[in-house]
């Protein structure tokens, strides 16, 4: 069914592809894509374009459409897209523009640990994480919340958490929107979709969310490393989740409502899964509602994973988690919507971000940065594949003029999971891992290990040279897998 | 003609689901989304249970309709941990449709099953028919 985009694209530099409004009758705005010579073909391989092109039709888009250089085929949006829309000019929400796993994300905390300190206690950690940590399919947690606490976890986000003691009040304020985006209306949310949040608090889930235990092994940025509390040799965690089961059905409820939003409001869009409302009428603001119900549910849940592996942590190396230094660095969301101000032609708007497969990168000095991050910018996660790295960038202010404060979100699929299965058969990817890099895989099934081999997805050293070569985002640090968790 | 086959999709996973009639395409899929779900060879172990399904509030159109069936039964798995394997559609229109669906009752977390189907989309969903019946691609979100 994948097929090679049939369009023209226009080379601006050696960064930017752009979509000329024309390719598709409907376009409101081109459509612009972050790539090198390197990642394009397999770009143009797949209908990620055709995609792009299909989001430019949302009324109400503004400058572009666009495409961050780990784009991939997703459903309604690309994977790896950014569209900003004006609430004053019409402009809609999509649910689609954020997807099933609603505020998926990644958070990284650091530690005072070295590799002389782990390595004998590696392969122990690594077990008790995979343990300790609830994944899988079917997986449902130890943190239990009641209905009461549920409504609060919508409300409050990861302060609840805190407040539980599952965490400091320093947490919050290493995390996107401190854990809490603001506008959260419970009522938005269907009993279906707090049935299925109710017992997956403090679960990893499975697929491509992981926890990883990595070294830093290479600095870019030494004066932005040490304001992320970042050093070489350092042993760093990362954890990949999101909104289980609550936002899967929020969406999934939204997507079907909007669907007969768009004969009300006269919106023509080519493809069904970009249902949508302006931001301003009651359907739209009942998704943002329902949304950030689900956005402060899965900040919630991270900080509880993050709780859960720092008591692994203290039961391994017999310390508590402070005196490991065990503090986050931050959190971002790559799946979400969000009302924010940026300056369009001069004149400063307030728009709506949908970022699907996308990271916030908002430069030094930006109000919504916390105050030990004013300076640095604020740091972006990009986890990698298992096998090979992930890293550390700083926001930068090129995301602002182009990108409305986005950058990429990791490394991106270049392969299905059925190739990446017929490419693994017979093989034993944990064991391959371990032998060439000693990297230490646990994971519930076979088949999950091999759906995430590493050469399913793009070489994420590749994406981060674009967003940083565009001016996106900065490069930081850079982090190798020691231990891999995987749901 | 196959009932259904796993079509190539970077990020998600999608099937091509045929039939000879419509009542047959609705069958297939939801047989097509079960495989991808658990995977060639699949051996529920428990207890044997029955749901029926009815969904009628859809706006004229069976691609809707369709995707609601589907939800309906990823729904029942997830909150029931029911692996269906028999579906039979008693009626069906393009608003609405009545169904009974037979199916396992399997420790889903003990179960070998690891494909986590977030939700059945709409992308480019289109019903189609030719000389052989109809036919339909429907991505996953996995």
Sequence with gaps: MAQAFDGKLEKLDNFRWKIPQTYKSGMRVPGLIYANDSLLPGILNDKALEQVANVAFLPGILKYSLGMPDIHWGYGFSIGGVAA???????????????????????????????????????????????DIPSGIGSSGNIRASAKDEEEIFLKGAGWAVKKGYGVKEDLECTEDKGSIEGADPSKVSKRAYERGRDQSGTLGSGNHFLEIQIVDEIYDEKKAEAFGLFKGQIAMMIHSGSRGLGYQICDDYVKSMIGCLGKYNISVPDRQLACAPINSPEGRAYLGGMKCAANYAWTNRQCLMHLARNVFEKVFNKSWNSLGLKLVYDVAHNIAKMER???????????????????????????????????????????????????????????RETFGSTCHGAGRCLSRSSAIKACHGRQIDKELFNKSGIIVRAKTRTTLAEEAPEAYKDVNEVVDVVHGAGLSVKVCRMRPLGVIKG | MKPFELIEHTADVGIKARGA??????????????????????????????????????????????????????????????????????????????????????????????????????????????????????????
Excluded at chain 2, 74 to 96: G, H, M, P, Q, V
């Design chain 1, 85 to 131: 829309t004006d609430p004053e000019d019409g402009g809609v929400i999509s649910p689609g523009g954020v997807g099933y796993d609603i505020c998926c994300g990644v958070r990284l905390v650091r530690s005072d640990l070295t590799l002389d300190d782990l390595k004998p206690r590696l392969e122990t950690l690594v077990n008790e994480l995979f343990n």
């Design chain 2, 21 to 142: 009639t419509l009542t047959e395409l609705f069958e297939n899929a939801a047989r097509g989304m079960f495989y991808v779900i658990a995977g060639e060879g699949y051996k529920a172990q428990g207890s044997k249970v029955e749901k029926k399904i009815e969904i009628c509030k859809n706006r004229d159109n069976y691609e809707e309709t369709l995707v609601s069936w589907l939800s309906e039964l990823l729904y029942t798995f997830n909150r029931e941990k029911i692996y269906f394997n028999d579906f039979k559609i008693l009626s069906l229109n393009d608003s609405a449709l009545k169904a009974e669906a037979g199916g396992i009752n399997i420790d889903l977390y003990q179960s070998n099953i690891y494909t986590e189907i977030k939700a059945v989309t709409f992308h480019n969903l289109k019903i189609e028919e030719d000389v052989d019946g109809f036919s339909c691609t429907i991505i996953f979100d996995v």
């Design chain 1, 342 to 400: 940026h300056a369009v032609d001069g004149k400063e708007k307030l728009l709506c971000v949908h970022r699907k497969g996308a990271t916030r990168a908002f430069p030094p000095g930006h109000i919504d940065l916390p105050e030990r991050y004013k300076e640095a910018g604020q740091p972006v996660i990009i986890p990698g594949d298992m096998g090979r790295v992930s890293y550390v960038l700083a926001g930068s202010p090129g995301a602002m």
